[in-house]
């Protein structure tokens, strides 16, 4: 069972994904950045919740690479993560910006790789 910490992460998560989901179905091609954004933050959340389930605070960070670092010693197989974590990371900030905009292929990339993290996070945490 897990904590109402752990439970508050995923729920904000899926909040995430939602988004992500409804977006696409949309316009996706007007709406990358945000897309990207909230693939990025359902990654983060779910990497946050699983450090809670292991007593650990989550710091208050965006970098989905840290948090896989600060994870690794609890659970080696997270280091599969890192090459999505990487990729999606730098749609936490950059892309939130003028100068930088996300094509409609990097949003569907940046969808599969939350899919693939968040399925990992699910499976360690007990959730289906």
Not at 12 to 23: G, M, N, S, T, W
Request: proline residues 4%.
């Amino acid at each position: 069972m897990n904590s109402p910490i752990v439970n508050e992460w995923v729920k904000k998560a899926e909040e995430d994904l939602k988004a992500c989901r409804i977006l696409s179905q949309k316009e996706l091609a007007e709406v990358t950045d945000v897309v990207c954004f909230h693939a990025q933050q359902c990654a983060e959340k779910y990497l946050k919740a699983f450090l809670n389930s292991k007593e650990q605070e989550a710091p208050k960070i965006h970098s989905l690479k840290i948090l896989i670092e600060l994870i690794e010693p609890l659970d080696p197989e997270f280091r599969t993560l890192f090459e999505d974590a990487s990729q999606l990371e730098e749609y936490a900030v950059e892309f939130r910006y003028p100068g930088e905009t996300a094509i409609e292929e990097e949003a569907r990339d940046a969808l599969r790789r939350m899919v693939i993290i968040r399925d990992f996070i699910r499976k360690k945490l007990g959730f289906k």
